[in-house]
């Protein structure tokens, strides 16, 4: 089966400009789940999606946005975009929410804001 | 809120060598999951071990295994037979159960080196 898939892999964009971040989970997973990595540190929580439905958000501004669709795959919005939006963007799947349910992560988008 | 410490930004160890990375967190929540991740060079993270608060026997995957210290809120991984392919950043996560706070909260990683 293939795991988590992300689009593009990588993308520079310049300071202003708006940026599209697409996700597939697993086949069979509801929950997807948006964390941003800058370079050093952990992974940090943007958005949780469940049925089509924000389950959870990160402390972020309101310049990130997202949304899940009826096959479950996922988008992440950024607009007005900052130097310091430059990072690994991860997408992660679970077959469920919940705490329970462990989450896969795809290979990451990464952005470089100049 | 949750937070979760890795103390060693950096470890090395000899090919076939045992290495333990240490993780602590804090938590108010009575049920909750850790998690070790690994992320090669290539970026994609990979799931190493979990463990579930619940559970008082140790999680173990082939050469990883973990201490969990629960009263102690520790959380190690132990690499026995380290390989080549085990240079990574690890990083050790911690989720809650609770409703609106399923997020993974993740340390800030170790980079360990396999020297061969």
């Known amino acids: 089966d293939a795991g988590v898939t992300q689009s593009p892999t990588h993308l520079i964009k310049t300071r202003g400009q708006h940026v599209t971040l697409r996700c597939s989970p697993i086949s069979g997973h509801k929950s997807v789940s948006w964390y941003q990595q800058v370079l050093g540190q952990g992974p940090q929580f943007i958005f949780q999606y469940y049925e089509k439905e924000e389950r959870g958000r990160g402390n972020f501004p309101d310049r990130f946005s997202a949304r899940q669709f009826p096959n479950y795959s996922s988008e992440l919005n950024v607009n007005a975009l900052l130097l310091g939006d430059s990072a690994l963007y991860l997408c992660a799947s679970s077959p469920q929410r919940g705490g329970q349910e462990t989450q896969y992560f795809g290979p990451g988008t990464r952005l470089l804001v100049l | 809120a949750q937070t979760v410490t890795q103390s060693q930004p950096e470890m090395s160890v000899q090919e076939a060598e045992t290495v333990t990375l240490s993780c602590t967190y804090d938590t108010s929540e009575s049920n909750y999951y850790l998690f070790w991740y690994k992320q090669p060079p290539s970026r994609q993270m990979i799931l190493v071990i979990r463990?579930?608060?619940?559970?008082?026997q140790n999680a173990t995957e082939n050469r990883f295994s973990v201490n969990f210290q629960k009263a102690a809120k520790s959380f190690s991984l132990k690499i026995s037979d380290s390989q080549l392919g085990d240079t990574a950043m690890y990083f050790c996560a911690f989720i809650g159960t609770n409703f609106g706070n399923e997020k993974l909260t993740f340390g800030t990683g170790t980079r360990l080196t396999i020297i061969p």
């Open positions: 463990q579930e608060a619940y559970k008082q």
